[in-house]
């Protein structure tokens, strides 16, 4: 089973564009319903993504290698955060989504809340973070919705809330002063790789502050992530 896992998770690394579980099991040599329950797994715990019924290497192999050390970001690296928070003056962070978590994985700021939380890769709520949202709206459907559907009756406003501004999101890949937190908001923008939301830059702050500056952290988020794109 070692290695049928091992196997998966090398082909998927291999393949950015994702396989099928047929090209997985063909390439494998291995009956198809051996994989199923593997693959599911696999996904469930973030070492797979799959979308559009093909599967991709997820977001967890990614944070073990941060928990160690390398940092694997293409577009986006510590430099690019500095450069976002010295234009807006407010904590910058980048966030990926591994299983039903969103995770700040790196970040510039002056506020120890927020550096304690990038550098312990603390696990982070999806549906009250503005990256949150910006990574669910990046989800396949059929994965958002059961995200969607887990949710306790605590969360039932923030869901509300989010599938309200969801088409907005997918189709600008940004999250604007959403007010879901009474600690802080902000704005986030998507990073894109390959056509799919693989990471979030949010800067966040009080409410007050991002309120009276949304407008202008939208631009500023938008312009800097352009400059990502084209560099990358």
């Known amino acids: 089973m070692i290695d049928r896992v091992a196997g998966i998770l090398e082909l998927a690394a291999r393949n950015h564009d994702g396989l099928t579980l047929t090209e997985m099991a063909r390439q494998l040599d291995s009956p198809l319903s051996s994989l199923q329950g593997l693959a599911n797994g696999l996904v469930a715990a973030g070492y797979l993504d799959e979308y559009d019924r093909r599967y991709r290497l997820g977001g967890a192999p990614y944070l073990l290698n941060l928990m160690a050390g390398r940092h694997l970001v293409t ?55 503005s990256s949150g949202w910006v990574l669910l709206a990046g989800l396949a459907q059929r994965d958002l919705w059961s995200y969607l559907n887990s949710l306790s009756a605590e969360d039932e406003k923030n869901r509300e809330r989010f599938l309200t501004e969801l088409e907005i999101i997918q189709e600008t890949g940004v999250c604007a002063a959403p007010r879901i937190s009474e600690v802080a908001d ?33 631009a500023l988020l938008t312009e800097h992530r ?3 794109e084209l560099n990358g």
């Open 75 to 129: 577009q986006v690296g510590h430099r690019e955060l500095e450069a976002v928070h010295a234009e807006a003056g407010l904590t910058t962070l980048l966030s990926v989504v591994v299983g039903q978590g969103v995770f700040y994985v790196d970040s510039c700021s002056s506020t120890p809340r927020y550096d304690y939380l990038a550098k312990n890769l603390v696990r982070r709520s999806l549906i009250r973070t």
């Open 226 to 228: 352009r400059r990502w």
């Open 186 to 218: 902000g704005v986030a923008v998507a990073v894109r790789e390959g056509g799919r939301t693989v990471a979030a830059v949010s800067v966040v702050g009080p409410h007050d502050d991002i309120r009276g500056q949304r407008d202008e952290l939208v």
